[in-house]
């Protein structure tokens, strides 16, 4: 069974900064995809940020520029730079990875923004 644990969450002030981070329990090599998502309350889950194995990246309009999906790889963990956060950026940020043809999903963690 993959695991997936996300950690960096918290509270930041507006215009802050946060890492997110997924650490796998499978080489991230064997991930087809790896992707950060986010669920405010009221709203649907959205994709933020994903990764191929490739390494192309894309990104939500609402964060470009601001935020960065990177990979280490003898780590096996994604991160998520967060930069110039804002209000709206409050959310519980997950984790999923695509991996053997399933989707993979950490348990979630909690990015507040307010002053």
């Known amino acids: 069974q993959v695991q997936l644990v996300e950690s960096g969450g918290g509270l930041v002030q507006p215009g802050g900064s946060l890492r997110l981070s997924c650490a796998a329990s499978e080489s991230i090599f064997s991930f087809n995809a790896m992707g950060w998502y986010r669920q405010a309350p009221g709203k649907q889950r959205e994709l933020v940020a994903a990764i191929t194995f490739g390494g192309s990246t894309n990104y939500v309009d609402s964060v470009k520029g601001r935020f960065t999906i990177s990979r280490d790889n003898a780590k096996n963990t994604v991160y998520l730079q967060m930069n110039s956060l804002k209000p709206e950026d409050t959310a519980v940020y997950y984790c999923?990875?695509?991996?053997?043809?399933?989707?993979?999903w950490g348990q979630g963690t909690q990015v507040t923004v307010s002053s």
């Open positions: 999923k990875g695509r991996w053997r043809g399933g989707d993979y």
